[in-house]
């Protein structure tokens, strides 16, 4: 009989967490979006910075704005990271509680409970379970290290949401 709850405790480390954003870059349209927008944006602007030069009327201000449009997409990544870190800093230790209702979870804070109608898919890693929403966006990652029964996760997972991002070889082996 496969079990129908597992509980998890575990605090995010920065490496859950960067692991947690590439996957969602890699496998999700809204990571995707996330990297490529601001990259775009600097991109326009540098054409209109080429543009105006090309016409005689390129000002400070415009190189000023490119540069600093540039300085946003190449460092924007690290500073969510490191936002979401804090933050798991700040939360301390969770305590989660997958069953046939959804995902509960509680720390410092307080607590989130998601049902499956929330949680549309998940991905798996080398190191976590990431589940996300029906637009991409990532809900929460469960770490690999704090279930005591793997399987048991995936399964549940399995059988209440869609895989949405192929595991890596040795994901399975526990």
């Known amino acids: 009989m496969e079990r129908?709850?597992?509980?998890?405790?575990?605090e995010l480390t920065a490496g859950d967490l960067r692991e947690s954003f590439a996957a969602q870059v890699r496998h999700t349209v809204a990571g995707r979006l996330a990297r490529l927008v601001p990259w775009a944006i600097a991109g326009f602007s540098a054409l209109g910075c080429v543009l105006r030069a090309a016409g005689g009327e390129l000002?400070?201000?415009?190189?000023?704005?490119?540069?600093?449009?540039?300085?946003?997409a190449l460092f924007l990544p690290r500073w969510?990271?490191?936002?979401?870190?804090r933050r798991a800093a700040r939360?301390?230790?969770r305590r989660a509680v997958v069953d046939g209702?959804?995902?509960?979870?509680?720390?410092?804070r307080g607590g989130n409970a998601l049902p499956w109608t929330k949680l549309t898919r998940f991905m798996e890693t080398e190191r976590l379970f990431v589940l996300l929403g029906r637009g991409g966006?990532?809900?929460?990652a469960l770490p690999k290290r704090a279930a005591a029964d793997q399987g048991a996760l995936r399964a549940l997972l399995e059988r209440h949401t869609s895989a949405g991002g192929a595991a890596p070889s040795a994901a399975h082996a526990e």
Not at 60 to 72: E, I, N, Q, Y
Not at 80 to 85: E, F, R, T, V
Not at 137 to 140: D, H, L, P, R, S
């Open 101 to 108: 209702g959804g995902l509960s979870v509680t720390d410092s």
């Open 137 to 140: 966006n990532c809900f929460v």
């Open 4 to 10: 129908e709850r597992v509980e998890l405790v575990y």
């Open 91 to 93: 939360r301390g230790e």
């Open 80 to 85: 969510q990271l490191a936002s979401a870190c």
């Open 59 to 72: 000002e400070a201000g415009d190189v000023v704005v490119t540069v600093a449009l540039v300085a946003l």
